[in-house]
């Protein structure tokens, strides 16, 4: 059967010279870095190559680069470690309802100790307003997250005005870039953030690493406790493999970026047109124009999403109800629901992220398979009279 990968929201594959660069790190150049020895020695320059990769690619020092182990732990330690820090200015935070559940699980968690959260939130795109960011800001704010670019709709959001607001208030700014990372450049300087999370397995590099910017002098305690690695900002014996990976993937990213946004922002583009001609009773969610290039996320009104997702599935079609944490629940995402939907819309909603490997054949055999699928899923369900 014909294998179509449009979920790479969720994760993409390891890119051939990932693979390759990380070879050896598998094999003969085991070592410690933090050993003195000839097997420490010889991988030791290899962290820090990778480290001038990333610094690079976002245009930051690479001294502000922390080596993480996920998306996920990159907000955890933004968000914890910056209010654990500041416990003298105040405890209060400002975030937007659609953040990942990385940030709004943590912020949850949270507020079981105390600290208080305003969560911003979104219109009818989804979209956030930088000054319900500003009105949300107290005197005991001490972090704004937002992220951004939206996993689910692919928004992109206004970070460089947000960040602007933060500085007038003297708050300190935290993005979550995980889908933006390797696919648009990236500029810290003049975004102005203080702290950047980024993951590794969202851009062609394998799971389990991501990567920290924290500009120089922002007060950030660690999440993790131990060893002196990362400037005592992240213990553990460093995942060399994952490093040596991720700075590989940041720099295939600045060579590919402008090459490969623009192929597949024009196979997202017919396979967005398509489906719209061929399927009646369609609509696009997010904003028309502020989006990621390679997400789509579509509501096909009377039907489940699920049953479409399963029944792609069999066509070897992988695609996504939304966000891949809470896949199995019925109830349609939160992000959705807090867009205010017609429900007709929020619950037939699916996620079509493409990325590396895809081409106008999967564009094409997808065209193809899906009208008929979603013409069958409505004749039995009861709310459609045509
Ligand atoms: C995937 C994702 C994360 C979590 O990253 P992991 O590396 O899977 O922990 C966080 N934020 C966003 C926006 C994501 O898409």
């Known amino acids: 059967m014909r294998k179509v990968y449009f979920d790479h929201n969720a994760t993409t594959p390891i890119h051939p010279e990932v693979k390759e660069a990380i070879l050896p790190f598998l094999s003969e150049k085991f070592g410690n870095p933090s050993s003195i020895h000839w097997a420490g020695r010889e991988v030791r320059a290899f962290v820090e190559e990778a480290r001038e ?3 690079k690619m976002i245009n930051a020092d690479p001294s502000e680069i922390i080596f993480t182990s996920c998306g996920s732990e990159g907000d955890n330690m933004a968000i914890k470690g910056v209010l654990m820090g500041n416990l003298k200015k105040g405890r209060h935070m400002i975030t937007t309802v ?20 305003t969560y911003v939130p979104v219109d009818s795109y989804g979209m956030i307003d930088p000054e319900d960011i500003r009105k949300a800001i107290r005197k005991d704010t001490v972090l704004i997250s937002v992220m951004y670019a939206n996993n689910e709709t692919g928004n992109i959001f206004p970070i460089k005005e947000i960040s602007k607001i933060a500085k007038e208030h003297g708050i300190i ?20 953030v203080d702290i950047l999370t980024a993951s590794g397995h969202k851009f062609n590099a394998p ?81 028309p124009e502020k989006r990621l290039y390679n997400t789509s996320n579509i509501s096909f009104k009377y039907i489940e999403a699920e049953a479409l ?7 070897g079609i992988a695609v996504s109800t939304g966000s891949a944490c809470s896949s ?3 109830e349609p995402s939160y992000v959705l629901q807090s867009m205010n939907l017609d429900p007709l819309c929020s619950r037939g909603a699916l996620r079509f992220s493409l990325g590396l490997g895809n081409t106008i054949d999967d564009v094409e055999y997808c065209l193809e398979v899906l009208p008929p699928l979603v013409e069958k899923i409505r004749k039995m369900s009861p709310f459609y009279k045509k």
């Open 53 to 55: 990769k990333v610094a």
């Open 98 to 117: 659609v953040e990942h559940p990385a940030v709004y699980r943590t912020c949850k968690f949270l507020e079981k100790f105390d600290f208080e959260v």
């Open 173 to 192: 700014f935290h993005t979550d870039a995980v889908q933006v990372v390797g696919k648009v450049p990236l500029d810290v300087k003049d975004l102005d």
């Open 328 to 330: 199995g629940a019925t």
């Open 207 to 287: 799971k389990g690493i991501g990567f920290q910017y924290i500009k120089k002098g922002v007060e950030v305690l660690p999440l993790i406790s131990g060893g002196h690695q990362e400037r005592e900002l992240r213990a553990g014996t460093e995942n060399m493999v994952g490093i040596v990976a991720i700075g590989k993937a940041c720099e295939i990213a600045m060579e590919t970026m402008e090459k490969k946004s623009k192929e597949i922002g024009e196979l997202k583009e017919r396979l967005e047109k398509g489906i719209l001609e061929r399927v009646p009773d369609t609509v696009i969610n997010g904003h």
């Open 309 to 315: 997702l399963v029944m792609l599935d069999m066509q």
